[in-house]
């Protein structure tokens, strides 16, 4: 793209409403309500969202919902116009039926997904993953073969603190979670040093978030030019929460 395409694009162009469609859960601070419990959606993505908004005249309407039901929201009802957060792996997981092409933004921020487990789990020789838990919704992508086989026992919690909480309980021997999600809720829960961490030696995958759509892909263009014209803006919400950098 030619700096003057680039400079064009960075200014707001005619104003647009559009529904964006996120996950309503607890997963500060990428998204979901703030540390209060309010019902607010806030984090790294509502700031940044807003910011793009404000820049783009894209009026945004932020549509909360069930895990399970974003890619239904998006492809089939399309009560939705925009997803976050998205990956183009998700579909084959989640929705593999519509066959309307999503179209994906340039890579958002970075996922790492693994598994957190008790500290003296950690080095432990001894160690196995017999019950796994994650987030209602979500698919623990390392593990889907050994879950499948009965190798691995699958369960669900409804937010990040009871699935955190359980591990530590000894309710289930590691959770499946983002580590910058994970690194804040053992923060909030726990006082002093975390009696759980990442277990590095156990699979993970490093994926990146997206914002998707079937039919915005003035939006999208949109929000890859922001993103290319406010670099300074980006690094310094990853900063302030404390996320991982791509």
Known sequence: MTGLALLFLCVPAFAVEANLGTEDIFYFPLFGRSDNQSDEFSGFARELFDEFSARSNVDINYVPLPVNRLFKSLLVDKSIDLKFPDNPKWRSIYHSKSQLPLIYSDPIIQDIGG?????????????KLEILGTIRGFTPVPFVEKIAK???QLIEFSNTSELLLAVNKGIIDG???NIDVAKHQTSLLF???APIRFAKKLPFIQNHYYLSTIHGKDIIDQ??????CNDRLIKSLLSKYNITKI
């Open 175 to 177: 959770a499946f979670i």
């Open 150 to 152: 009965n190798e691995i």
């Open 115 to 127: 598994v957190m487990v008790e500290v003296e789990n950690i080095d432990s020789e001894t160690f």
């Open 223 to 228: 929000f890859n030019a922001f993103m290319k």
């Open 191 to 193: 006082k002093g040093k």
